[in-house]
């Protein structure tokens, strides 16, 4: 039984899907006008991971993820570059799918984009403005937030006592200085007709559009970073709500910010990390582990500190097993079936809330088991390849992968002489060969 945070209901929650055996799971995607940061990366994991536990757990998972590819970041780029918008969406989009496949996720099932889905924005907006829940001002439409008594039930907020500093845009066409931009007239750059004239949509209302189209009216999951959850799905819900008359969401899922160093990252402090620079430093696998070492809601500090304690025990997880593999190889034992029990008890953990911290302490009980039943002088390959299988099992979960192990003759042959020089107490060739296997990162 999967039990998750939801952000609406403030507390843990037992998943009940919406179609039995079936997750519908949508997760706001980028404003493509730069290249990822780290913090980009953190909801990319932290979905991924939930999509292959769900997996794992024997849902059929339905993983959806925008690109918004028109704003007006994108637009003074293209025209600071003098290209089009598309080149400019494309090229981040590109950039954007590269990081998500260095970091070995599975990629969304669907990708849409804005610019794809302007006819349903239109009507979409159309339909609000009849309906009574927007208005049109000067070519702008704005959704009425008095309109919808149910908002503010996302943040927990009123619209007397909201965040402040939260990205409010004040002009005096507002009834409301909270109602926000469905529409807005745009004079340069991309821009599409519509009944109030030319212009672009706004960023609240092409999410709940992309959802509709590609999912439905009511999804499983919304999820996203933590900064989301004010104003962007607090206007999505309410936006669902005054059209349809229903929650958009069951769940609200929201991951936490990264820190570096301990500091919130800015473009002031000069402190962002691009994620492509991270993965390529660390590695896919510390990457991810590093990222599921803390739990999903917690902040998440990148530093030396961090990664270096990363390091150790991923080293700690990955090396039995590459050792247990290549003793296996060497001595021609096929690996037994994975424990069940220890999968059970690693799935168990993740299934509350993914408590992947206590996760990881089950994947290192995994482990001492492993080390011990490879220390015996005649290693049982049943047992030991049940503890290597199960924690094997439990990575993929994480989306980690342990290095495969392929033998050569080459590399057997080494083996066979390095044991035959420590036999005959030849130390020096005992020492050359020792040193030509970890030179191959055999031992």
Not at 137 to 152: A, I, L, M
Not at 277 to 295: A, I, Y
Request: net charge negative; charged share 25%.
């Amino acid at each position: 039984m999967i039990r998750l945070y939801n952000s609406k209901s403030l507390s843990v929650e037992e998943f009940k899907p919406i179609k039995e055996g079936q997750v519908s799971m949508y997760v706001c995607g980028p404003t493509v006008y730069n290249y990822a940061h780290i913090g980009n990366a953190r909801p990319m994991v932290v979905f991924d991971v939930l999509k292959r536990l769900f997996e794992a757990e024997g849902y059929k998972v339905t993983y959806v993820s925008n690109f918004t590819d028109v704003d007006d970041k994108i637009i003074n780029k293209a025209l600071e570059e003098n290209v089009g918008e598309e080149v400019i969406a494309q090229r981040y989009i590109d950039a954007y799918q590269a990081v998500r496949t260095q970091l070995n996720t599975e990629l969304p099932d669907i990708t849409p984009r804005v610019t794809e889905t302007m006819d349903e924005i239109i009507a979409f907006v159309d339909e609000l403005v009849k309906s009574g829940h927007a208005y049109e001002v000067n070519g702008d439409v704005y959704f009425s937030v008095d309109s919808v008594p149910t908002y503010g039930e996302i943040s927990h907020q009123h619209t007397d006592q909201l965040e402040a500093g939260a990205r409010i845009e004040e002009n005096d066409q507002k009834k409301n200085p909270y109602d926000f931009a469905l529409w807005k007239k745009t004079e340069k750059g991309i821009k599409w007709d519509s009944p109030w004239g030319p212009g672009r949509p706004g960023w609240h209302t092409e999410c709940v559009v992309m959802i509709n189209n590609n999912l439905g009216p009511k999804i499983d999951i919304h999820g996203g970073g933590m900064d989301l959850r004010f104003p962007h799905h607090e206007n999505e819900a309410a936006q669902q709500e005054a059209l349809h008359h229903n929650a958009l969401a069951n769940y609200w899922i929201h991951n936490a910010m990264v820190n570096i160093n301990g500091e919130k990252m800015s473009k002031s402090l000069g402190n962002t990390l691009w994620a492509k620079d991270v993965v390529e430093k660390l590695g896919t696998n510390l990457t991810r582990w590093l990222m599921s070492s803390v739990h999903y809601r917690k902040e998440l500090n990148f530093s030396d500190e961090t990664i270096e304690t990363a390091r150790k025990e991923l080293d700690k997880v990955l090396t039995p097993i590459h050792q247990a593999d290549i003793k296996a190889a060497l001595a021609g034992a096929e690996l037994g079936e994975a424990d069940e029990t220890l999968y059970r008890e690693f799935l168990d953990q993740m299934d509350d809330d993914m408590n992947t911290p206590n996760a990881y302490t089950v994947i290192f009980e995994t482990i001492k088991k492993l080390n011990g039943s490879l220390r015996q002088r005649e290693v049982d390959w049943k047992l030991a390849g049940s503890y290597r299988n199960a924690a094997g099992k439990m990575l993929k979960v994480l989306g980690i992968e342990p290095e495969v192990v392929n033998l050569t003759e080459e590399d057997k042959e080494l083996f066979a002489n390095w044991n035959a020089a420590k036999a005959a107490k030849d130390f020096a060739a005992a020492d050359e060969y020792r040193a030509k296997l970890m030179e191959k990162g055999l031992i």
